[in-house]
């Protein structure tokens, strides 16, 4: 039993730091962002098709804007130099 106590708790510190680290880097890109951008106020919705990721597999489709900044980041990381190759995000 105690292993069984032992192994949900690693299990929820792990889950958490994989959370943690993820979220981290969509506040490093929006702060690349407003690097570029100082007035914006970007949302998810901004570079998504949904304001929230699905529940059953975390998948969070980019928009066109978002396809882009993919597109233009190539295999990194969208840096503030890749907001400025593709712009503001458009006004709707």
């Known amino acids: 039993m105690e292993s069984l106590k032992t192994l949900v708790v ?3 510190g792990l889950g958490l730091v994989f959370w943690a680290a993820s979220s981290q ?15 914006a106020k970007p949302k998810c919705i901004d570079c998504h098709v949904d304001k929230m990721p699905k529940k059953a597999d975390g998948a ?7 396809k882009a ?3 233009a980041a190539g295999a990194e ?3 503030a130099d890749t907001y400025k190759k593709v712009g ?3 006004t709707k």
Do not use: C, R, S, W
């Open 10 to 12: 690693t299990l929820f």
């Open 25 to 39: 880097a969509d506040i490093a890109q929006m702060k690349a962002y407003k690097e570029v951008y100082p007035d």
């Open 60 to 66: 969070h489709d980019p928009n066109d804007y978002g």
């Open 69 to 71: 900044v993919i597109k």
């Open 77 to 79: 990381k969208p840096t």
């Open 88 to 90: 503001p995000i458009p």
